[in-house]
């Protein structure tokens, strides 16, 4: 919890943007209720229960970088889908293709031209040759873990304290006094992930190399960066050591580049010259459509190939989905790499990462506080210490759940969307300056109020 924050004062700022929220949200409020009638909890999925006003705002239309709700309130969207929506909402070269798809099949189960461009696209960028297709990064992660787990016939994989890889079980666990613990909240878990799973610390090389030397880690599933506990990067020369330490032991490493692909256009195993096994992403691939994929280097498709030949039939065999590899998919992919995720959009989007980070600067200098601001690419992010975090367990203590909901809920008052979990922005190529000055602004106006 932040020290230098009034919490008597915190509160009752925090009483006043709420009856404002209610205020200016009548019909937000209208549906929640209509909600709760055939939808658990009011929402149909459990994280939109997280926002930080007493109820979500529910939404109209999103064009570019900007969503209206149903109240007729427009806001700028740095939330973008949590990365679904980084491409900005409902580009237009992507809706085109996607309509264009939809209207001569979206689902057959066989291949389409595309699939071939894409890969090839996705070799391009990010240096391995192989790729497969499903509809999520959580699936991405599930099946290339078990892809390592059948190679490698080893029981067990490596994941970095307070990670986030989507709802694969084996991730679901965390560090506390340094032993390893099912992660709080992790509901109905099919094992203790214990018997699954080791768990180090992000940037810790001698942790790193203590678990890996049982040997029986098939694969490490790491992001370059964590970037869902707040954004913390790697300490130089640390992914050297991981990768020299995964050789070492006989072990995978999978990049997971869901979010990290906000680094550039190969995400950061291009811009920092990573060399994984295997590569896993998903979220804005297809400008919103549901669409995924897993890539890797030629030893492990030898290696895939095998295992799968080998086995009676892989239909049943935990690595598929009906609907993986879909046309609609597929051509909103390549649309979507093709005009809108481009190099040239890359570079607009990181200058406006960093006028957004020097913008938040100038708040936290200007009013005293003992905040600082992180960058990853074109995503930014304000943490409540003096000091960013190098490990997953020391972001998760720098935590501070009651002030976030506060500076959420002021922005969203004033028009803007922050990711919710945590303080984070993302720059779309849709994102303009005077956005970028709008979030400036609010973000001034929330530590003005907190040091008055
Ligand atoms: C790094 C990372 N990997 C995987 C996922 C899972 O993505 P999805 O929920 O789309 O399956 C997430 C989701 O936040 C993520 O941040």
């Keep these: 919890m932040n020290s230098t924050v009034d919490r008597s004062k915190l509160a009752e700022l925090m009483r006043r943007e709420t009856q404002r929220f209610v205020d200016e949200h009548p019909k937000s409020a209208e549906l929640f209720e209509q909600g709760k009638r055939s939808l658990l909890a009011g929402v149909p999925m459990p994280w939109m229960t997280q926002w930080a006003g007493p109820y979500p705002v529910f ?39 996607i309509a264009r798809q939809a209207a001569k099949g979206i689902t057959t ?59 694969v079980d084996e991730t679901i666990s965390t560090l506390e006094d340094g032993a390893q613990r099912t992660r709080p909240g ?95 992403i998903g979220k804005p691939l297809a400008s919103g459509v549901p669409a995924a994929c897993y890539g890797m280097s030629e030893e492990v498709a030898v290696r895939a190939n095998a295992a799968m030949d080998a086995a009676p039939t892989t239909d049943v065999g935990g690595v598929g989905g009906t609907l ?64 960013p975090p190098r490990t997953g367990g020391e972001a998760a203590a720098a935590d501070d759940h009651e002030l976030a909901r506060f500076t959420h809920l002021f922005a969203l008052n004033r028009g803007i969307l922050l990711t919710p979990f945590h303080n984070m922005a993302l720059m779309s190529p849709a994102t303009a300056e005077d956005d970028v000055d709008a979030h400036t602004e609010v973000f001034a106006e929330t530590a003005e109020a907190l040091t008055a």
């Design 324 to 387: 993986s590899g879909n046309a609609l998919s597929l051509a909103a992919m390549r649309a979507t790499l093709e005009h809108v995720l481009t190099d040239e959009a890359f570079d607009r989007m990181i200058a406006l990462g960093e006028r957004w980070t020097d913008g938040v600067k100038r708040g936290i200098e200007e009013n005293g506080l003992d905040w600082e601001v992180q960058r990853l690419g074109c995503r930014g992010e304000y943490w409540f210490t003096r000091t």
């Design 186 to 280: 992790n509901i109905g878990a099919p094992v203790d992930p214990a018997l699954t799973t080791r768990v180090v610390e992000f940037n810790d090389v001698e942790q790193l190399e203590k678990a890996l030397a049982h040997e029986d880690v098939a694969c490490v599933l790491a992001e370059p960066a964590l970037t869902n506990i707040g954004i913390v990067l790697p300490d130089e020369g640390y992914h050297e050591e991981l990768r020299r330490l995964t050789r070492r032991y006989g072990t995978y490493l999978v990049i997971d580049e869901t979010h990290c692909i906000c680094a550039g256009p190969g995400g950061a195993t291009r811009a920092w010259g990573l060399e994984p096994d295997f590569l896993t």
């Design 109 to 167: 189960m066989l291949p389409s031209e595309d699939s071939i461009w894409v890969g090839r696209e996705m070799a391009r960028r990010f240096g391995l040759p192989y790729w497969q297709f499903c509809l999520t990064a959580t699936d991405a992660n599930r099946f290339t873990i078990r892809l390592a787990r059948e190679i490698t016939k080893r029981p067990k994989i490596l994941v970095y304290n307070w990670c986030y890889h989507g709802s």
């Design 59 to 97: 939404v109209a239309g999103a064009e570019g970088a900007r969503f209206t709700d149903v109240d007729g309130r427009t806001y700028v969207d740095f939330c973008l889908g949590d990365t679904g929506a980084m491409t900005g909402h409902a580009p237009k070269v992507a809706v085109d293709a």
